[in-house]
């Protein structure tokens, strides 16, 4: 068998072949020379390699874990903070990252990663090519591996320090495999501004891990190396999407890519997640880090603001539910916007597990990166006025010190109190007194007079005592300092403390402080390699124990409230009914389950808050700005009040509404009241309600004595004395103490005549003749001044020539038609209104009212400086 004949020459040995010696001679002589030069810089590059250590960040001993990878309750990673950094980051291992990604990125950045040594001489012949043609840079000719280089160790744009880079790129390759330099490179090169690495970056524009994206979302983030600022999509995506576009074409041209997977992914828009969710309750991250929850956030902290260990933790396991917190976020940036025209730049929201309190989502303002709305404020922490929102814990201290029940009546009629800066007069909202008003209604339609009055009667000292055991403790100035107004909210206090105290509530009294953390693993014990297991496992101590936070709650708490009185709270707040008068049906309360709720607007609309719960969570909702200013005319039930029905209906999802517990029957009873006295009902009442009273309090309810039956005769509805049976009916009328007649007269209620027919004889048992006014009222009837009030200061202004003068008042009883002013000890007799101008006079005063048939009023004291 023959050989094979050797194979003859191919194309460039034929030509040579052509030429003749002499050419040959010269063309050997210009390789020679050009391998002469071409040779040294690579021999020079090659040990200036070998002479460069290699960073320490890409040792093999380096631990990924350095940095802390915050969770939420259910091991969803929330974000990850590097040590001492403040960018958003997160290690993301290569093989987790999805191949889509690393095409991508492949395409855009070095479409021979896989063949070059660290340094690509064929790209850095094309950009020198390029810029001599083009006089302008047209690409680069840096590689993946360069790039890192340049983000490890930061050079001068320079001859040298490209040298240095490329140096340092051969270094990194005789060192690390392909796919180490890879992560490497995926993980610490700037994706946008703020953002270090892919995975933070896909899950701050597209709130997805890098692994789960789409073919244009991975070309998209693939573009953003190349000028982070340039490209961010937050300033516009026309930028990002030409530079994707671009990318997708060279993924396809280097069969990276199929062409009906890049014309897809060429019409896909760049739809970026709503902001505020990417990275997750960065609010709550900073309060955490920085201690500024305290110890009941499930941390050791020497106070608020004090530095907290789990800056050193490794993994912390925190209390929200990622999904609730993301949603809410949302919902608040949605408020703001839709308030904008009325003056709201800020919302914030933080929802609570009753049972364990800990908090299950904490939005500390609608934008964190919201600068002129100041988004980087805290709203759960920062101390704002809360408006009515204390008036459940008011009444709930009277029910348990002063007796007072849900069928109370209060009065809701022109007060005045002497305060240190003069005298304090309670407004309602609407603008209106509505009278005599049960505990019930007060509180349902949360009428401020009433509210007030309960103040006055416990004290301000009580009042406040109580607010602090509920954790309120930035009420800290003294009692007189707020006043009788603390049942309005006269005082700071942070949301986050308002919604525990209702949570509270929630428990039937009992105390249970916040907590935030679940667990956390110390920044001693062992971490993962970049290759590891996934950083979602739950988090370990040194000895592989469960780590749990060093103050964690107690099982149970200290009883703060009475638990029959928390529950009556609970029924007036859950009552739909009973607030009609105020907030009217479909009010953003009005819920499709079970809700007990409240609304707070404090002075000047600065400030509103809606608080509520289900036996299970609790949200409060601020609504307001930042720098004080004030809104619009917005209120509780306008401004917070959309975002908590909103913020409790999200809740719902993650804790499904069930009913309140049924009232105790051993403590409480379903009693029958007359729906003006709340009292015991008597024949005479012709409206009735049922109302909830604890059991002592049930069994010693009074009879009616608001509702009387008069004789009347018909033909003219005075009072009938000896008058024929025919022309005698029997009317119900309603009587009232001296501090609500006035108010009953003005309100045309129904009052009883206090004059007696003069077609008949006589009334029995009074004196007078028939049409004569009656002389006398009902038994145990007082008279009572009502301005000015006790102690009260008023002070001469020396600039005003014309009399300065005040008008005294009375509250008169139904039949005593004059009464006596005994001012200083001189009478001064006065009938209806029973009111009487006095000049002011300097000095110190007092006043009492006498009248016939009536009990005398208490003496008060005034002075006039």
């Known amino acids: 068998m023959n050989a094979p004949s050797p194979p003859g020459p191919g194309r460039a040995g034929r030509w040579l072949a052509r030429l003749g010696p002499r050419a040959r001679r010269i063309l050997r002589r210009a390789a020679q020379i050009a391998l002469a030069l071409a040779v040294p810089p690579w ?28 969770l939420d309750r259910h091991g969803t990673v929330l974000r990850e903070l590097r040590a001492g950094d403040g960018a958003r980051a997160r290690w993301l291992p290569l093989s987790e990252a999805g191949d889509r990604i690393q095409r991508a990125l492949l395409a855009a950045e070095d479409k021979r990663f896989a063949r070059h040594p660290g340094v690509d001489p064929i790209a ?18 840096s590689t993946i591996t360069q790039q890192l280089a340049r983000t490890l160790v930061p050079r001068p744009r320079t001859a040298r320090g490209k040298l240095g880079e490329a140096a340092l790129a051969l270094r990194i390759e005789a060192s690390l495999s392909k796919r180490e330099i890879l992560e490497q490179y995926l993980n610490r090169v700037a994706f946008g501004p703020g953002l270090r690495g892919v995975e933070a970056a896909s899950r701050f524009y597209f709130d997805k891990p890098t692994r789960d994206l789409s073919l244009a979302e991975a070309a998209a983030l693939a573009s953003m190396p190349r000028g982070p600022a340039l490209y961010d999509p937050r300033r516009g995506t026309g930028p990002l999407e030409r530079r994707r576009n671009r990318v997708l074409d060279r993924m396809l041209a280097a069969g990276l890519a199929g062409e009906a997977e890049v014309t897809r992914a060429r019409a896909e828009p760049i739809a970026l997640a709503p902001k505020g969710g990417g990275l997750g309750a960065p609010h709550l991250v900073r309060a955490v880090l920085g201690g500024a929850l305290g110890p009941g956030a499930g941390h050791h902290a020497e106070g608020p603001g004090a530095a907290s260990p789990l800056v050193r933790a490794t993994s912390i396991t925190l209390t929200i539910d990622r999904g609730l917190q993301r949603e809410i976020e949302v919902l608040a940036q949605q408020t703001v916007r839709g308030l ?15 049972a364990t309190g800990e908090i299950l989502a904490y939005v500390g303002s609608h934008d964190i990166d919201d600068a002129a709305g100041l988004g980087h404020n805290d709203g759960v922490l920062a101390l704002r006025q809360p408006g009515s929102a204390l008036k459940p814990f008011v009444y709930e201290l009277a029910m348990e010190q002063l007796g007072f029940t849900a069928a109370t009546v209060l009065p809701d009629v022109e007060l005045s109190f002497p305060t240190a800066d003069g005298n304090y007069a309670p407004r309602n909202y609407d603008g209106r007194f509505h009278g005599p008003v049960r505990l019930r209604d007060a509180l349902a339609n949360s009428y401020n007079v009433p509210a007030v009055w309960a103040a006055a009667a416990l004290g301000p000292e009580r009042v406040l005592a109580r607010l602090r055991e509920l954790g309120l403790r930035s009420l800290d100035r003294e009692p007189s300092r707020y006043g009788v107004a603390i049942a309005l909210g006269d005082g700071e206090v942070r949301l986050i403390d308002l919604a525990n105290a209702y949570a509270t509530l929630a428990r039937g009294g009992i105390y249970l402080p916040v907590r935030a953390v679940r667990s956390f693993a110390p920044s001693s014990s062992p971490s993962p390699s970049s290759q590891a297991a996934s950083p979602v496992a739950p988090a370990r101590s040194g000895s592989g124990a469960p780590a749990e936070p060093p ?4 099982e149970r708490g200290a009883r703060v409230l009475d638990a029959a009185r928390a529950r009556v709270i609970v029924d007036i707040l859950a009552d739909d009914r009973a607030r009609l008068a ?46 004080g200013s004030p809104m619009g005319g917005v209120s509780g039930i306008t401004g917070a009040g959309p975002l908590f029905r909103d913020a409790m209906l999200a809740a719902a999802r993650v804790r499904p509404p069930r009913p309140f517990d049924p009232p105790d029957p051993e403590q409480l009873a379903e009693v029958e009241v007359c729906a003006l006295s709340g009292m015991r009902p008597t024949a005479a009442c012709p409206h009735r309600r049922h109302e909830l009273l604890p059991r002592g309090d049930a069994a010693a309810l009074s009879p009616c004595d608001m509702h009387e039956a008069v004789r009347i005769d018909r033909r003219n509805g005075l009072r009938a004395g000896a008058c024929p049976d025919a022309a005698v009916e029997e009317r119900v009328f309603e009587r009232y103490d001296a501090e609500l007649t006035a108010w009953a007269r003005a309100a045309g209620r129904p009052l009883a005549p206090e004059a007696a027919s003069p077609l008949c004889g006589a009334l029995a ?8 006014p009656l002389t006398g009222a ?12 006790d102690g009260a200061r008023f002070v001469l202004d020396p600039s005003i020539n014309s009399l300065q003068a005040i008008r005294l008042r009375a509250d008169v009883p139904p039949g005593v038609p004059r009464v006596r002013f005994v001012l200083d000890g001189r009478p001064i007799e006065v009938g209806p209104p029973f009111a009487l101008d006095w000049p002011l006079v300097a000095g110190a005063h007092r006043l009492r009212i006498d009248a016939d048939g009536a009990a005398a009023s208490e003496e008060i004291a005034f002075s006039v400086e």
Do not use: C, M
């Open 43 to 70: 021999l020079l590059l090659a040990a200036l390699a070998a002479l460069t250590p290699l960073p320490p960040e890409l040792g093999a001993t380096e631990d990924h874990a350095v940095s802390t990878v915050l």
């Open 124 to 141: 850095i012949a094309r950009a020198i090519g390029q810029l001599a043609a083009e006089r302008r840079v047209v690409s680069g000719g």
């Open 340 to 354: 904008s025209e009325r003056d709201v730049g800020a919302a914030a929201v933080v929802v609570i597990e009753n």
């Open 551 to 554: 103050a964690a709650p107690p």
């Open 582 to 627: 105020s907030f009217g049906e479909g009010n953003a309360l009005d819920l499709p389950f079970p809700v007990a709720a409240k609304t707070g607007t404090s002075k000047g609309f600065r400030d509103n808050v809606a608080v509520g719960f289900t036996p299970d969570v609790t949200v409060a909702v601020w609504v307001g700005n930042f720098d």
């Open 765 to 772: 048992g009074l004196d007078g003749a028939p049409g004569a």
């Open 778 to 789: 009902g038994a145990g009837a007082r008279v009572r001044v009502a301005y000015p009030p």
